[in-house]
T-cell receptor
Framework: GEDVEQSLFLSVREGDSSVINCTYT??????LYWYKQEPGAGLQLLTY?????DMKQDQRLTVLLNKKDKHLSLRIADTQTGDSAIYFC???????????FGKGTRLSVIA | DSGVTQTPKHLITATGQRVTLRCSPR?????VYWYQQSLDQGLQFLIQ???????AKGNILERFSAQQFPDLHSELNLSSLELGDSALYFC????????????FGNGTRLTVT
């Protein structure tokens, strides 16, 4: 089945850019999502990209997709302390099947 | 606010007991998914329902069961609880279009002592 990998930790200074990476195994993955989880909260949808796109920008967030390498990244510009959270990459290969999640990357922002 | 409601927020119970977790999906969403989040296993898919019917099963133990009712709310039943069942249990719902993302509730934190 699908396997999604993420590095577990990332630490950045406030004001710098953060880049969170994700790799997946199923080349038929169609929809790719980024979720954010703050302490004690559920998963909040941040953004998503379809497999027919290479890039998507949404305010401070930029998602890049390299289908050949099965690599997805989330760039957060001008990272703030409020961005400290766990970020999950999730992929799915058809409309109504379950999302498969990575284990999450814990982003720590140093003031 | 995602629009997905889960109750209770916290649950503390003893080994061997049975509990029921409840989820109300976003208005209009027919699909409900249950996930378990533990420190070592990450976010594991348990089971999916669509309009009352079971659609997909993941790593759900035989001691666990779920159902979706005609009003589309869902319940996850966990029985013969073990210490290792302590985790966060999330419900998520999804709209009907192919690109609809999952919208998550805030979860139920289960502690088995």
């Amino acid at each position: 089945g699908e396997d999604v990998e993420q590095s577990l930790f990332l630490s950045v200074r406030e004001g710098d850019s953060s880049v969170i990476n994700c790799t997946y195994t199923d080349s038929s993955s169609t929809y790719l999502y980024w979720y954010k989880q703050e302490p004690g909260a559920g998963l909040q949808l941040l953004t998503y990209i379809f497999s027919n796109m290479d890039m998507k920008q949404d305010q401070r967030l930029t998602v890049l997709l390299n289908k050949k390498d099965k690599h997805l990244s989330l760039r957060i510009a001008d990272t703030q302390t409020g961005d400290s959270a766990i970020y999950f990459c999730a992929v799915v290969n058809s409309g109504n099947t379950p999302l498969v999640f990575g284990k999450g990357t814990r982003l720590s922002v140093i003031a | 606010d995602s629009g997905v409601t889960q109750t209770p927020k916290h649950l503390i119970t003893a080994t061997g007991q049975r509990v029921t977790l409840r989820c109300s999906p976003r208005s209009g969403d027919l699909s409900v998914y249950w996930y378990q989040q533990s420190l070592d296993q990450g976010l594991q898919f348990l089971i999916q329902y669509y309009n009352g019917e079971e659609r997909a099963k993941g790593n759900i133990l035989e001691r666990f069961s779920a159902q979706q009712f005609p009003d589309l709310h869902s319940e996850l039943n966990l029985s013969s609880l073990e210490l290792g069942d302590s985790a966060l249990y999330f419900c998520a719902s999804r709209g009907g279009t192919a690109n609809s993302p999952l919208h998550f509730g805030n979860g139920t934190r289960l502690t088995v002592t």
